[in-house]
């Protein structure tokens, strides 16, 4: 009987410490709890345990926004955007060397063709979304102009989209000499007053204000001409231009347009 007795106060002692609270867990928890009311301050802390399920779901979905950035970067980006990238930029250098460096404007259009390299028509539908493709759009039209098609010029130039300052005022002067080429000097006047209007720099708006002042002596419309070619060589003195500008100027006020003279000769 006493062994029985000593059997079942075994049991009760040992069914007494599985029941007993874990003082390890107590302390993990008192932890915790501490090093958020350090976080978060006395007033944090309080609103933190009156709004646990609240707080704990912005902090998931705070952290859930964190992680699909971090899958965008690693996955979207590095595995799939930049090794496209990569890709357009090797196309694209083979159909820039056709152009600029050969002057081969055909083949720097439409490609080889045997097929071994892509031309800029082709670069710039296939990679539409990436740099390379904005940079073979340009490139499009450029290259269209000089291949003496100006109306396709005017539309794939129409298509480019750069906020920088050289290369998308470039693209709207050249719209402007596309509209020259075919005669339509109202028009080209309208791109080439975007481009000197559009971001004011040293290379470019000097270049566009004489080409607009060419379109307003063309239309007679001297005083206006004037004021642009003054423009240039009080606003832009060390400008290539500046000494043609005010040359050009003064002729104007005597009453002797120059233009006749600078078509003549090809400018």
Do not use: H
């Not at 040992?14 to 932890?31: A, W, Y």
């Not at 930049?82 to 159909?95: F, I, R, S, Y």
């Not at 129409?158 to 596309?178: M, P, R, W, Y």
């Amino acid at each position: 009987m006493a062994e029985n007795k000593n059997k079942t106060d075994d049991k009760t002692t040992e069914k007494s410490v599985d029941n007993k609270p874990s003082s390890e867990n107590i302390t993990q928890e008192n932890l915790v709890e501490n090093n958020i009311e350090l976080i978060l301050g006395e007033k944090g802390y309080e609103y933190y345990i009156n709004n646990k399920k609240k707080v704990t779901f912005y902090s998931v979905a705070v952290l859930a926004i964190l992680l699909a950035a971090l899958a965008y970067k690693l996955i979207y980006v590095q595995m799939i955007v930049e090794p496209k990238e990569e890709e357009a930029t090797e196309k694209l250098w083979q159909a820039e060397s056709k152009a600029f460096d050969e002057q081969d404007w055909e083949s720097a259009i439409n490609g080889d063709s045997l097929g071994f390299f892509k031309g800029f028509k082709q670069i710039s539908k296939k990679y539409s979304g990436q740099n390379a493709g904005k940079i073979a759009q340009y490139n499009l039209g450029i290259s269209l102009l000089n291949n003496k098609e100006y109306e396709n010029a005017i539309i794939e130039l129409k298509k480019v989209n750069f906020q920088d300052e050289l290369l998308g005022t470039i693209s709207q002067g050249a719209i402007g000499d596309a509209y020259m080429q075919l005669g339509a000097v109202s028009d080209a006047f309208v791109y080439y007053q975007k481009a000197y209007q559009r971001k004011e720099n040293e290379l470019t708006t000097p270049l566009y204000l004489m080409r607009a002042a060419l379109c307003l002596e063309i239309e007679e419309n001297y005083s206006k001409a004037i004021e642009l070619y003054e423009m240039v060589y009080k606003n832009y003195p060390s400008s290539k231009d500046a000494v043609r500008a005010e040359k050009y100027a003064e002729s104007l006020k005597l009453g002797n347009p120059v233009y006749k003279f600078d078509m003549s000769n090809g400018e």
